[in-house]
């Protein structure tokens, strides 16, 4: 038997590609943390991006923020 918990895996790195409400609007938490993300890194800000393209965007304006290199 094995000790690992099925719940974690593959789900918890599934691309947002993949997603099934990928298509769908960004929430308002994603576009709450984009706008500041793009703020500090003078990215352009799109309210109209979905679910999935909000979490792209956000992964890779995580790495240039000044805020997190810092943390």
């Not at 099925?6 to 790195?13: A, H, L, Q, R, V």
């Not at 979490?55 to 923020?65: F, N, R, T, V």
């Amino acid at each position: 038997m094995s000790d690992q918990n099925p719940k974690t895996g593959s789900n918890t790195e599934k691309s947002p590609d993949d997603w099934t409400t990928g298509d769908e609007p960004m929430t308002g938490a994603q576009a709450s943390y984009l706008k500041t993300l793009c703020e500090e890194t003078g990215a352009a800000f799109d309210d109209k991006v979905s679910k999935a393209e909000a979490s792209k965007q956000i992964d890779a304006l995580q790495g240039q923020s000044q805020r997190l290199k810092s943390a």
